[in-house]
């Protein structure tokens, strides 16, 4: 089929259509730079943006392409699909109770030591069919798009072998292939040692990097490798030896760091990671040297509420010129809420976050933390990945923290929800 033949798509017209364009991938921003189109329309082919305008105008301009016009008779406003860049998404069961103990101030060993814990993720979903796991997957995935996340990062790391690992990979990738969002897939075998594993965490971590990685560069199960540096799960050095392995192979690099501890971000600047992930603890230092790099600082409120632990200090990485994103981290320990938007919103406000700010977080610069930059903004020759708030002014969408859900969402130019 050549191009003539492929159905051009005018959508609109939105009250207001925000771009996300013209923006700095790094430093803070001010809702003044948001570049906001009135009476705006999408134009689309084949699921890539062709131009954004004036409704009218394009209308008349395409007219001769016979495009099929997407006419919305409601106040709408218009923004890029989210972009969730730090999800678990991949497990079965659930760990309320642990949740409960908590709240009555239990503390980690005790929940492990009564069963819970990640190692109760674990053997379930050790235990669970691939037919479970992948609905399980697709169900969380459909939440997500109706929430307005077109694209969503999802870990393995809930079997803590290799074969285990291969098959989480394995499911991610099925059901990419059958789920309208985009699901990027990111190796975390290295969440902590698991039980059954005989010798230490550095002989883990080698054992890791001789008989997983070079299975998933073959079988090209995902292009990303994830670590845990915290006490309690790897220590800086070994992770560092295994960042370098997995880099040497071609693979991209993230850290899960400055939780609880220190050390997480000097590391992932070091190895050159695509983003530095958690930084609940991070001081001024870590901050400075963290803006100085390329590295994304991904804050995940969802972990900070579900464990009540403070926020990462996102007001500081921004006026530290630190490229923002924000992650839903949605897991079923300690993030079991999985609202992004919600999240941003709480955090953007606990933390002075402008409207521009939080946006960008879970848009481009989101995109930009998993290496996709043709997503996150709305321009020619990008996706068609775009959402319809009701209203007339966007800056009712945070406003409403969260609770405003966007009523239509295109995922590649298709009305998917
Ligand atoms: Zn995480």
């Known amino acids: 089929m050549n191009n003539q033949q492929v159905p051009i798509f005018i959508t609109g017209p939105f009250r207001q259509l925000l771009t996300m364009d013209h923006l700095t991938l790094k430093g803070s921003l001010k809702d003044a730079q948001l570049e906001i189109i009135e009476e705006a329309g999408v134009v689309h082919q084949n699921g890539i943006i062709l131009e954004i305008g004036l409704f009218g105008e394009l209308c008349t301009k395409y007219n001769s392409a016979h495009p099929e016009i997407q006419y919305l008779e409601s106040d709408m406003i218009a923004l890029p699909g989210f972009v969730d860049a730090h999800t678990h998404l991949c497990w079965a069961g659930s760990r309320e ?23 109760d993720t674990v053997t379930k979903t050790r235990n669970a069919t691939d037919e479970e796991l992948k609905m399980l997957l697709k169900m969380r995935a459909d939440r997500q798009l109706a929430n307005g996340i077109t694209t969503c990062e999802v870990k393995s790391g809930y079997a803590l072998n ?10 991610i990738k099925s059901a990419n292939k059958e789920h309208s969002i985009d699901l990027v897939s990111t190796c975390l075998a290295a969440h902590i040692k698991p039980k059954d594993f005989e010798g230490g965490t550095d002989t883990y971590l080698e054992f890791l990097a001789d008989k997983l990685l070079p299975v998933i560069k073959k079988e090209k199960l995902t292009n990303r490798i994830d670590i845990f540096v915290e006490e309690g799960a790897f220590g800086v ?6 960042l370098s392995e997995a880099k040497k192979m071609g693979f991209d690099l993230v850290v899960h760091g400055e939780q609880f501890t220190s050390g997480g971000v000097s590391l992932a600047v070091k190895v050159g990671a695509k983003s530095v992930d958690h930084l609940e603890m991070i001081g001024d230092k870590a901050i400075v040297e963290l803006a100085d790099s390329a590295v994304v600082a991904m804050a995940l409120p969802g972990a900070s509420i579900g464990l009540g632990c403070q926020f990462a200090p996102a007001r500081k990485l921004l006026n530290a010129g630190c490229c923002l994103a924000i992650g839903s981290d949605w897991n079923p320990g300690s993030a079991p809420m999985g609202d992004l938007l919600l999240q941003t919103a709480i955090l953007g406000t606990f933390e002075k976050l402008t409207n521009a700010e939080q946006l960008s977080a879970i848009t481009f610069r989101a995109a930009h933390a998993l290496n996709l930059n043709d997503r996150g903004i709305l321009k ?38």
């Open 97 to 119: 109770n642990d949740y409960a103990m908590r709240l009555e101030g239990k503390s980690y060993t005790e929940i492990a030591q009564s069963g819970g814990g990640i190692w």
């Open 237 to 242: 050095q070994e992770a560092g030896k295994y």
């Open 162 to 171: 290799p074969e285990g690992e291969i098959r989480l990979l394995e499911i």
């Open 380 to 417: 020619k020759g990008y996706m068609a990945d775009f959402l319809g708030f009701p209203g007339r002014n966007y800056q009712e969408i945070l406003y409403q923290q969260g609770m405003m859900k966007p009523t239509m969402v295109w995922k590649r130019g298709n009305l998917v929800m």
